[in-house]
């Protein structure tokens, strides 16, 4: 079975620290992309990244980086030096082929971990 | 940009009330889903098309049904609405040569 966990439901910093969102992933396909979205208090989910998983690179985007473990079966995000404008649900998410439906992939997401930054 | 659009933003209607709900994607995206979003419960997959007129149930299809006559557009509908459909409702659109989805900004429904 597959499964997305963000343990962390709600974290508060003040402006400037960094910060770690967790996500932590199940599946037994090898062969399966992980995914971050932000979600504003303005409601819409805004794509952030893709990984696949045979790319264990972790990437940084300005003060973004993404640490992609397979041996922990983790996908960290850190933001850097956070700002006001950072405060939103961040939710990661696991994509894996469907056995059933050619050229078709089912998505799991976690629950989301909201973000407040304060001034 | 892809662009994925919602009929409304916000909509109140009564219980028992047919409500339909209309996303529509300028990507030409085969698939298209809906989620439902509700505090402490994340994004639930209601329904989600992998082609034209092809429809499959998610994890909660009860009390809704879809229609996809058009590749670009992707309808849900509930029946007869219900207070317990109050909720957050996501339509998002994927190309099956890329794997992220592209959300539209939702439709918060109450139903009173």
């Known amino acids: 079975a597959q499964k997305v966990t963000q343990a962390q439901t709600e974290i508060s910093v003040v402006e400037k620290e960094d910060v770690t969102l967790d996500c932590v992933y199940e599946?037994?396909?090898?062969?399966?992309?992980l995914f971050w979205y932000k979600q504003p208090p303005s409601g819409e989910l805004v794509f952030l990244i893709r990984?696949?998983?045979?790319?264990?690179q972790n990437e940084i985007s300005g003060r973004y980086s993404w640490n992609f473990q397979k041996s922990t079966s983790s996908f960290n995000f850190t933001i850097t030096a956070s700002q006001v404008v950072d405060s939103a649900v961040y939710f990661c998410a696991l994509s894996v082929r469907s056995q059933r439906i050619y050229n078709f992939n089912k998505f799991y997401f976690g629950s989301g971990t909201k973000l407040n930054v304060k001034p | 940009d892809v662009k994925v659009t919602q009929s409304s933003r916000y909509l109140v209607k009564r219980t028992g009330e047919k409500v339909f709900l209309e996303c529509v994607q300028d990507?030409?995206?085969?698939?298209m889903f809906w989620y439902r979003q509700d505090p402490g419960l994340g994004l639930r997959l209601i329904y989600f098309s992998y082609d034209v007129k092809m429809k499959e149930k998610g994890d909660i299809p009860e009390g809704y049904s879809v229609s996809r006559e058009k590749k670009e557009r992707f309808s849900l509908i509930l029946e007869s609405a219900s207070t317990n459909q109050t909720s957050m409702y996501l339509c998002?659109?994927?190309?099956?040569?890329?794997?992220?989805?592209?959300f539209g900004p939702g439709t918060r429904l109450t139903v009173l």
């Open positions: 990507m030409d995206h085969e698939n």
């Open positions: 599946t037994r396909d090898t062969t399966y992309y």
């Open positions: 998002a659109s994927r190309s099956t040569a890329y794997n992220e989805q592209f």
């Open positions: 990984r696949n998983s045979f790319d264990e």
